[in-house]
C-alpha cells in the first residue's frame, strides 16, 4: 500500500521535528512548511493531509483568517484532509467557525503528533472515495493508445516495425484519459467523472 503523505505548515520550528518523527512512527511521510514558498511548493506535490497552524495563515497564505485560509484551501482540495491546529485558548465559535468553513478536523495546540497521526490515517481512510477495481492495462483503438495505471505511463502506437513511443502526462491529464477510455462507450455523470479525476488520491 502507497504511503500517505502529509504536509504541515506552520511558522514554528520547533514543531517540525516532533510532526515527521511521530508521522515516521505511523509509517507515513511528512513535509513541514515553514514558509509561504515552501507551503506553496509542497501543495504541488501529491499529498492525503493537510495540517495547518491557524495562527500561521497570514505569513504562509497571506490570508486575513484562518477560517478564509481553510475555506480556500477546501474549494482547492475537495478530497483532502485538512487540519486545523487552533491555539488552546481558541473559543467554541472559533471551532465551530473553522469547521463550517471545511476543516476535516480542529485540533488545539500543541498537537500529541503521535495520536494527530493515527487520526490523520482514520481521516484519510473516510475521505477517499471507496475503491473500484483498477485495470492494469487500458487501450483505445486497439493498441493506438495504452495506459500502463499502476505506472501512470501512456504509450501511442508508433509506425510498425518501431516501439511505442511514450508520451508525457500529468497527474490529472492521465487521471482525465484514463477515466475518458475506462469508461468507453457508457455514459458518466459529470459529477461521478469529477469525483474520480479530482478527488481521487
Not at 505511523?26 to 491557524?54: N, P, Q, T, Y
Not at 487520526?119 to 492495462?137: G, H, I, T, W, Y
Request: charged fraction near 25%.
Amino acid at each position: 500500500m502507497e504511503r500517505l503523505r502529509s504536509v504541515f505548515a506552520s511558522a514554528d520550528l520547533s514543531l517540525a521535528g516532533f510532526f515527521k518523527s511521530a508521522f515516521r512512527d505511523s509509517g507515513m511521510d511528512g513535509m513541514a512548511a515553514h514558509s509561504a514558498g515552501e507551503f506553496r511548493k509542497a501543495l504541488e506535490e501529491d499529498f492525503d493531509a493537510l495540517l495547518l497552524d491557524a495562527s500561521a495563515v497570514g505569513e504562509l497564505m497571506g490570508s486575513n483568517s484562518a477560517e478564509e485560509a481553510v475555506s480556500g484551501l477546501r474549494k482547492l482540495y475537495p478530497g483532502k484532509v485538512i487540519i486545523a491546529l487552533a491555539d488552546n485558548a481558541s473559543s467554541s465559535g472559533d471551532v465551530v467557525a473553522l469547521l463550517n468553513a471545511g476543516a476535516s478536523e480542529v485540533v488545539c495546540k500543541p498537537p500529541r503528533f503521535r495520536v494527530l497521526a493515527e487520526q490523520v490515517k482514520s481521516l484519510v481512510r473516510f475521505a477517499r472515495p471507496a475503491a473500484r477495481p483498477v485495470r492494469s492495462r487500458l487501450s483505445l483503438d486497439d493498441g493506438a493508445i495504452v495506459l500502463d495505471t499502476p505506472a501512470r505511463r501512456c504509450f501511442l502506437r508508433a509506425a510498425s516495425g518501431r516501439a511505442p513511443e511514450e508520451v508525457r502526462l500529468t497527474r490529472n491529464e492521465f487521471r482525465i484519459l484514463a477515466e475518458l477510455i475506462g469508461n468507453k462507450g457508457k455514459m458518466v455523470s459529470y459529477d461521478d467523472f469529477s469525483q474520480e479525476v479530482w478527488n481521487h488520491t
